[in-house]
Nanobody, 127 residues
Framework: QLQLVESGGGLVQPGGSLRLSCAAS????????IGWFRQAPGKEREGVSC????????NYADSVKGRFTISRDNARNTVYLQMNSLKPEDTAVYYC????????????????????WGQGTQVTVSS
């Protein structure tokens, strides 16, 4: 069974950092582009950052550019989202998603329907 499992969320003060992990089981992440998405209460799900299968191409939402970094370790079958300088508006449930074929990582981040999703991890930024 193909599964994605997110971890690393939690409560952090403004200006703090968290690193989210998205671990795959039942399939090899090498063949999939991966995206991080988030959904805050009362808001639609939005693409945060996406990475190509090789890791050579990445995309970031304007709201997180310069603060978040996406990376992947295919040997560990895991994708990471390093989040620095966190703001209260970053508070949301964060999900990772996998898609085998994407025209571009920018396109993946715009799509909100993907074949595989994790269960989500809560990130709360508050003092």
């Amino acid at each position: 069974q193909l599964q994605l499992v997110e971890s690393g969320g939690g409560l952090v003060q403004p200006g703090g950092s968290l690193r989210l992990s998205c671990a795959a089981s039942g399939f090899t992440l090498d063949y999939y582009a991966i995206g991080w998405f988030r959904q805050a209460p009362g808001k639609e799900r939005e693409g945060v950052s996406c990475i190509s299968r090789s890791g050579g191409s990445t995309n970031y939402a304007d709201s997180v550019k310069g603060r978040f970094t996406i990376s992947r370790d295919n040997a560990r079958n895991t994708v990471y989202l390093q989040m620095n300088s966190l703001k209260p508006e970053d508070t949301a449930v964060y999900y990772c998603a996998a898609r085998r074929f994407v025209p571009t990582v920018q396109a993946m981040c715009v799509m909100t329907q993907h074949p595989y999703w994790g269960q989500g991890t809560q990130v709360t930024v508050s003092s």
